[in-house]
Nanobody
Framework: VQLQASGGGFVQAGGSLRLACVAS??????MGWFRQAPGKEREFVAI????????YYAESVKGRFTISRDNAKNTVNLRMDSLKPEDTAVYYC??????????????????WGQGTLVTVSS
């Protein structure tokens, strides 16, 4: 099983970026994104469930980020709008089959992408 992430880069505050992640080898109930800023722990950003494509967001990104999923292609995307300097982090694609109550926990996910850097300047 592999998760291959792409996208990210450098943008000024208020700008937009897109991240994409392709999973190979199997399908998952939960697919989404976490991020880790320098000196901080990895934190939940957004997850989309396979059944019904229900979306879940961290409060800090709600209304600015949009997650989507293509089950046929086994991909998950993250559109990030109105970016802020505090969104600067390495973003990691995550996939797993954990229960709904645990989707915001990093320990729920056994598969991770390689990480892609997002830098937002003020």
């Amino acid at each position: 099983v592999q998760l291959q992430a792409s996208g990210g880069g450098f943008v000024q505050a208020g700008g937009s970026l897109r991240l994409a992640c392709v999973a190979s080898g199997r399908t998952f109930i939960n697919m989404g994104w976490f991020r880790q800023a320098p000196g901080k722990e990895r934190e939940f950003v957004a997850i989309v469930r396979r059944s019904g494509s229900r979306e879940y967001y961290a409060e800090s990104v709600k209304g600015r980020f949009t997650i989507s999923r293509d089950n046929a292609k086994n991909t998950v995307n993250l559109r990030m709008d109105s970016l802020k300097p505090e969104d600067t982090a390495v973003y990691y694609c995550a996939a797993g089959d954990g229960i709904l109550s645990a989707i915001r926990s990093t320990s729920t996910y056994h598969y991770w992408g390689q990480g892609t850097l997002v830098t937002v300047s003020s």
